[in-house]
T-cell receptor, first 112, second 116 residues
Framework: GQQVMQIPQYQHVQEGEDFTTYCNSSTTLSNIQWYKQRPGGHPVFLIQLVKSGEVKKQKRLTFQFGEAKKNSSLHITATQTTDVGTYFCAVRGVDSNYQLIWGAGTKLIIKP | NAGVTQTPKFQVLKTGQSMTLQCAQDMNHEYMSWYRQDPGMGLRLIHYSVGAGITDQGEVPNGYNVSRSTTEDFPLRLLSAAPSQTSVYFC???????????????FGEGSRLTVL
């Protein structure tokens, strides 16, 4: 079945450093969504990417969808304490039904 | 708008007990779903529904039942609780159940279940 690998599992950064998480699939995706979950909270939708090669920006966050629609990345520039949490990708394959398949998440930790 | 409301927020059960997690949404979303979240494993889909009267199994349906008698409500029933069902459960809904491009998921705040 559809599987997605998200790396790294954890990333420790100093405040002000950049952060990147990657989401990779072995099969072509119809779309990908990114969510953020604060500690003890629930996932909150950030963005959806649909088109091959698509790049979208939200302030310090940059989202990319690969040309082959098999991978995606989320990059945060100059991290702040408010960025702390776990970032998930959720994908839907071209042959899938309504089900989103979720990556295991990347936990962003700001070093004290 | 309250969004997606889940109850209870916390529950402790003994092995073999049954219970129902409630989920209600006031956004008139056709699509509703239940996920469980375990440490380091992301979210796994238990059951979902694309409209009243229609339900289907997700990735990990065993031990759980659902029904969708109204657009607003989508309860999750644990038939005979087991320690392996200790988890955080999230209900989520979406305004669009389209096959290829679906809307964002709106999540409830979660229900933390411990089975002893």
């Amino acid at each position: 079945g559809q599987q997605v690998m998200q790396i790294p599992q954890y990333q420790h950064v100093q405040e002000g450093e950049d952060f990147t998480t990657y989401c990779n699939s072995s099969t072509t995706l119809s779309n990908i969504q990114w969510y953020k979950q604060r500690p003890g909270g629930h996932p909150v939708f950030l963005i959806q990417l649909v088109k091959s090669g698509e790049v979208k920006k939200q302030k310090r966050l940059t989202f990319q969808f690969g040309e082959a629609k098999k991978n995606s990345s989320l990059h945060i520039t100059a991290t702040q304490t408010t960025d702390v949490g776990t970032y998930f990708c959720a994908v839907r394959g071209v042959d899938s039904n309504y089900q989103l398949i979720w990556g295991a998440g990347t936990k962003l930790i700001i070093k004290p | 708008n309250a969004g997606v409301t889940q109850t209870p927020k916390f529950q402790v059960l003994k092995t073999g007990q049954s219970m129902t997690l409630q989920c209600a949404q006031d956004m008139n979303h056709e699509y509703m779903s239940w996920y469980r979240q375990d440490p380091g494993m992301g979210l796994r889909l238990i059951h979902y529904s694309v409209g009243a009267g229609i339900t289907d199994q997700g990735e990990v349906p065993n031990g759980y039942n659902v029904s969708r008698s109204t657009t607003e409500d989508f309860p999750l029933r644990l038939l005979s609780a087991a320690p392996s069902q200790t988890s955080v459960y999230f209900c989520a809904s979406s305004y669009q159940g389209a096959r290829v491009v679906a809307g964002e998921l709106f999540f409830g705040e979660g229900s933390r279940l411990t089975v002893l």
